[in-house]
């Protein structure tokens, strides 16, 4: 019997994808192992968003072809890179047993057995499947709501990566939630390339309210969290199910990218950013929000970034990601004009960031001595006392820090405790078990 491990780079929506694939080949009769070592065919589930998660992904390959070199090994590379390289692909890494996009990882066991294939470079992704091998022991876990994205953002190449937007049906992820939470998760976070369109395509109405409310029911859920939230798919009855859910988490990630209306147009982004942000923040004062932003895009000049800096010093958010401006040529924001030279751009972002820190020191700084949740995630043992390590309700995983406390009790995985914030080191918290 085959032994597989499959290696996962990039976003949560490729680590949910990897589960399924997990899954698939466990039903298939292989076995799955953790140790690349110890592997008969290892997958590589790869990103190619930006020029850094292309280059990460091609290192991962090189890395592996090493010890293909050392034992006999099968190595087969799927998901975005091979999407977006093609043929290419196959003249730049020849050693490689085969190969797999976005739209044909349900073909990979084939793949693995010798089986024809057919079409390995359609664009799509691996957006269901009664399957599902989790890969960590951790308390929370993602639920892909949609797969494709039909924006045209000038400067992502999602949609030729992954096809035209499109929702799951409300009774699929409704079904795989109650096996997750039968399974012990605790903590739910909604994925998707734009998550607040869910069911346009499908229900001809935004219906993201109502899957939210229908997830909201399982009880077992202590938190349900929302990522990549597009801003013009912000309606009031989704605020309003926010305000009436206590396990929705007052917490949603909106990537704005930009606020000066000059850049976001070049984007091919909504225009009206500012006032979406406004609303959020008018219907829910206390929501803490993070986003993504880009330095650097072609185009900006000084009283852009101005604009965003001093927007960003308004306090609305608690977390952003800054990210250099990334030039692929598959882009159509690379035939733009004026492109920003890289220090220029390191610079701005570095400037970028360190309005945001400050925002986040306030924010935290105004919830000193306050109580609030925390999920344990690990812990070990210092002295007589143990340290505990999770996250606040405020706190996406592996983005937004995480918060610790010392206990006198051994740590339980997945317990909720109360907590009082203390201090912050960085954008990791500092706390103590509440009274």
């Known amino acids: 019997m085959q032994k597989a491990a499959v290696i996962v780079l990039g ?62 090994v099968k190595v087969y590379v799927s998901g975005c890179l091979p999407q977006l390289l093609k043929e290419e692909i196959i003249k730049k890494f020849p050693l490689i047993d085969g190969y797999a996009g976005t739209g044909a990882l349900d073909k990979l066991p084939d793949l693995l057995l010798n089986k024809k294939s057919g079409n390995l470079f359609k664009p799509g992704g691996l957006n269901d499947s009664k399957y599902r091998v989790l890969s960590s022991h951790l308390p929370s876990a993602y639920l892909k709501i949609a ?27 409704y079904n795989e939630a109650r096996s997750l939470a039968r399974a012990g998760v605790k903590e739910l976070i909604l994925v998707a390339q734009d998550t607040s369109s869910y069911g346009l395509d499908i229900y001809d109405a935004f219906a993201l309210d109502k899957l939210l409310s229908k997830l909201a029911k399982i009880k077992d859920f202590k938190w349900i969290r929302l ?44 225009l009206n950013t500012r006032r979406t942000i406004e609303k959020i923040k008018n219907k829910i004062p206390d ?28 306090g609305y958010f608690q977390y952003a990601g800054i990210f250099e401006y990334s030039d692929q040529k598959e882009a159509n924001s690379s035939k733009l004009k ?25 924010k935290i700084g105004v919830l000193k001595n306050k109580e609030t ?51 912050n080191e960085g954008y990791n918290i500092k706390a103590e078990a509440a009274g």
């Open 373 to 423: 949740q925390f999920l344990a995630e690990s812990g070990i043992k210092k002295g007589e006392k143990y340290l505990i390590k999770g996250r606040s309700v405020f706190q996406s995983p592996e983005i937004d820090g995480i918060t610790e406390i010392i206990s006198d009790k051994s740590p339980e995985c997945g317990r909720f405790y109360k907590i009082v914030i203390k201090s």
């Open 147 to 173: 797969e494709g994205c039909d924006h045209r953002c000038s400067f992502c190449i999602i949609p030729g990566l992954r096809g035209k937007f499109t929702s799951r049906k409300t009774e699929s992820l």
């Open 11 to 72: 976003c949560p929506k490729n680590t949910v994808e990897a589960e399924y694939l997990l899954g698939i080949l466990k039903n298939k009769g292989f076995l799955l192992t953790g140790d690349v070592r110890d592997a008969d065919a290892v997958i590589i589930h790869t990103c190619s968003f930006i020029h850094d998660a292309r280059a990460e992904s091609e290192e991962c390959i090189k890395n592996i072809l090493l010890l293909k070199k050392k034992k006999d």
């Open 227 to 270: 990522m990549y939230a597009y801003p013009s798919g912000i309606t009031d009855s989704l605020l309003d199910v926010f305000k009436e859910y206590k396990n929705i988490c007052n917490y949603m990630d909106i990537p704005i990218q930009h606020i000066s209306k000059n850049v976001l147009s070049a984007m091919k982004r909504p």
């Open 338 to 362: 004026g492109h920003i030279n890289p220090e220029t751009a390191r610079q701005r972002k570095i400037e970028i960031e360190k309005a945001q820190y400050d925002v986040f020191k306030t």
């Open 287 to 314: 929501i803490v929000l993070r986003t993504s932003i880009i330095a650097g895009f072609p185009g900006e000049t000084g009283k852009d970034v101005k604009e965003l800096i001093d927007f960003i010093k308004d």
